[in-house]
Nanobody, 126 residues
């Protein structure tokens, strides 16, 4: 059974850091990309970052570039999103998703990803 499970969310003050994890089971990350998305109340879901499977190429939304870092550990079948210098506008439910290409990032058109996690809350507030 394919499953993606996010962890590491929570409450953090502005300027703080969190590291989200996306643990995959039922398939290997060797041939899948992992994208991170977020959705704040009343807003559309937006792509945050994606890491490819072949060459670890990474993509970032302009709003998080320089603050967030995506990485993968294939041995643990896990992808991480290190989030630094968090701002109140980063608060959202964060989802990880898996597919064969980083759809919605770089040159790839936006398509719905095949596999999704249930999401985890990130709150940035003083």
């Amino acid at each position: 059974q394919v499953q993606l499970v996010e962890s590491g969310g929570g409450l953090v003050q502005p300027g703080g850091s969190l590291r989200l994890s996306c643990a995959a089971s039922g398939f290997t990350l060797d041939d899948h990309v992992i994208g991170w998305f977020r959705q704040a109340p009343g807003k559309e879901r937006e792509g945050v970052s994606c890491i490819s499977s072949r060459d670890d190429k990474t993509f970032y939304a302009g709003s998080v570039k320089g603050r967030f870092t995506i990485s993968r550990d294939n041995a643990k079948n896990t992808v991480y999103l290190q989030m630094n210098s968090l701002k109140p506008e980063d608060a959202a439910v964060y989802y990880c998703a898996a597919d064969l290409e980083c759809y919605g990032f770089g040159p790839y058109p936006l398509y719905d990803y095949e596999y999704w996690g249930l999401g985890i809350q990130v709150t940035v507030s003083s």
